[in-house]
C-alpha cells in the first residue's frame, strides 16, 4: 500500500487535476529575495502545473518516478512544492476520501485487469490549453484485458 499511494502522489504530480489556483492575496506581502511587494486584494495564479514539472524540485520531471515520494524525499522538498489538492485553509476537504477511493478502485482493477496504452495514445500527452481542468488534445485510450 506504501507503493500504491507512491504510485498515485507520481501520477498527480505529472497530470494535477487542475493545472492553476487562484487566490486573493489577505495582506500585503513582500516577496523573499526581491524588492516585489504583492499588494492585499491582488488576484494571484499559482502555477501547479509549472511547479510539479520544475527540474529545480522535481529532477528529470518529465520521467514517472514514485520513489520521489518516499518519506525522506517528501521531507527534502518545501512543503509547497506539492500541490494536487491545494493546501493551507482552502485545501481540499475531500482530499483522503478521493485518495482511498483511488486506492481501492485500482486495486479492485488491477487485480481483475490488464490496462495497455490504446494503439492511439500519443506517446508524449499534449494539453488543451485554456480550460479548467487538465485535459489531453488527442485523449486516452486502453486496452483493458481481463486478467487469466
Do not use: W
Amino acid at each position: 500500500m506504501t507503493y500504491l499511494h507512491m504510485v498515485v502522489c507520481e501520477t498527480l504530480r505529472k497530470y494535477p487535476p487542475l493545472p492553476i489556483l487562484n487566490r486573493i492575496c489577505t495582506k500585503d506581502i513582500k516577496l523573499p529575495n526581491s524588492n516585489v511587494v504583492i499588494p492585499e486584494g491582488t488576484a494571484v495564479i499559482i502555477p501547479i502545473l509549472g511547479i510539479h514539472r520544475d527540474s529545480n524540485i522535481y529532477p528529470e520531471p518529465e520521467k514517472f518516478i514514485p520513489e520521489r515520494f518516499t518519506e525522506e524525499q517528501i521531507r527534502a522538498r518545501h512543503h509547497y512544492a506539492y500541490l494536487p489538492f491545494g493546501e493551507g485553509p482552502r485545501i481540499c476537504i475531500g482530499m483522503r476520501f478521493g485518495l482511498i477511493q483511488t486506492k481501492v478502485a485500482l486495486t479492485n482493477a488491477l487485480a481483475k485487469f490488464v490496462f495497455l496504452p490504446g494503439s492511439k495514445t500519443q506517446k508524449k500527452l499534449d494539453f488543451v490549453a485554456g480550460i479548467i481542468t487538465l485535459g489531453t488534445k488527442d485523449g486516452i485510450y486502453l486496452q483493458i484485458q481481463h486478467r487469466s
